[in-house]
């Protein structure tokens, strides 16, 4: 459920509350709300949610299998990302 995924997520990644709520527009009492499954958030608010934690949009409405998919995906993409960014930092270096 999308408030068990977002509540998963927040201290997954350790982040506060506070910041969440202001970077997807809300108080902190609505997130608190939407994470007791009280409330629910618009598009426009997932979509920022989404951009805040580095995921799709549709993250939050997948199923605990999927999202071990797409995290497993993620954290392979994640170390693709490293390893092209240290192969990039190897080729600047000026040759002796």
């Known amino acids: 459920m999308f408030h068990e995924i977002l509540s998963s997520l927040i201290k997954e990644r350790k982040v506060n509350k506070k910041d969440v709520a202001e970077h997807i527009g809300v108080a902190r009492s609505t997130l608190n709300n939407v994470l007791e499954g009280k409330s629910y958030l618009n598009s426009r608010q997932i979509e920022k949610l989404a951009e805040f934690f580095d995921v799709p949009a ?23 990302i490293n390893e092209l960014t240290k192969t990039i930092e190897t080729l600047q270096k000026p040759c002796k």
């Open 58 to 80: 549709g993250y939050f409405f997948t199923t605990k299998k999927e999202e071990s998919s797409i995290m497993e995906i993620l954290d392979q993409h994640q170390k693709q």
